[in-house]
């Protein structure tokens, strides 16, 4: 019903930029809510941001405020997350993921990897 395809990725500098992209296959994509992970190496995967239906709300983790942004694209069916001010430790695979009925989130895609070298 829903597939999700993350891009963006790559290798950057402390202190680099990225943008995250992702496409959402769906007929009601302006129903979903959204939402970024990550997964460093070895660790578990942690939330990053996430984003309500119409995109007026917006919620950060605290190791990202300041630093990252999401944001979407209703008529497009893309979500974003531009990355700012990177350092080694933003280094993971990046998922989105989209709102569940339950209240929770699924639909993963096949993370996109983001590589920041000190």
């Known amino acids: ?3 999700l395809r993350e891009s963006g990725g790559g290798l950057v500098q402390a202190g ?9 296959t769906t007929e009601a994509f302006s129903t979903l809510r959204m939402v970024w992970f990550r997964a460093a190496p070895g660790k578990e995967r942690e939330f990053v941001a996430r984003i309500t239906r119409s995109g007026g709300s917006q919620i950060y983790a605290d190791s990202v405020e300041g630093r990252f942004t ?13 990355m700012n001010n990177l350092t080694p430790e933003d280094t993971a695979v990046y998922y ?11 639909h993963w895609g ?6 920041v070298s000190s």
């Open 96 to 106: 989105c993921g989209a709102g569940l009925p339950s209240g929770g989130y699924g």
């Open 110 to 115: 096949q993370g996109t990897q983001v590589t």
């Open 16 to 24: 680099g930029s990225l943008r995250l992209s992702c496409a959402v």
């Open 70 to 82: 999401i944001s979407r694209d209703n008529a497009n069916n893309m979500v974003y997350l531009q």
């Open 1 to 3: 019903q829903v597939q």
